[in-house]
Nanobody
Framework: QVQLVESGGGLVQPGGSLRLSCAAS????????MGWYRQALGRERDLVAT???????KYADSVKGRFTISGDSAKNTVYLQMNSLATEDTAVYYC?????????????????WGQGTHVTVSL
């Protein structure tokens, strides 16, 4: 199994910054990508940013230019630097780990999730 431990959430004023961290442990072979998703109250869980083990990144349009995802493969850890935070960024942020494991005849894919960390942007 895979364990994901998130940290770094909290309360911040509009325009402020936060840095989220997510450390993976356990059965971490076959990691293809790690990333962050968020779920605001009453809404679906949406992609925020992902990074592959090759360093390719993907961002939601709403966070481009404000958030930066990075990773430390030696530590199996991913970070999300969030700048210029706005009230609409308020949500529970979930760390995701995506595995791809080759097998005879195809590839198996698995997703693992952290427990979530709250980010509240408010005066």
């Amino acid at each position: 199994q895979v364990q994901l431990v998130e940290s770094g959430g909290g309360l911040v004023q509009p325009g402020g910054s936060l840095r989220l961290s997510c450390a993976a442990s356990g059965s971490v072979f076959g990691i293809y990508a790690m990333g962050w998703y968020r779920q605001a109250l009453g809404r679906e869980r949406d992609l925020v940013a992902t990074i592959t083990t090759g360093g390719s990144t993907k961002y939601a349009d709403s966070v481009k230019g404000r958030f930066t995802i990075s990773g430390d493969s030696a530590k199996n850890t991913v970070y999300l630097q969030m700048n210029s935070l706005a009230t609409e960024d308020t949500a529970v942020y979930y760390c995701n780990l995506h595995k791809k494991i080759g097998r005879s005849g195809g590839v198996d894919e698995f997703d693992y999730w952290g427990q979530g960390t709250h980010v509240t942007v408010s005066l």
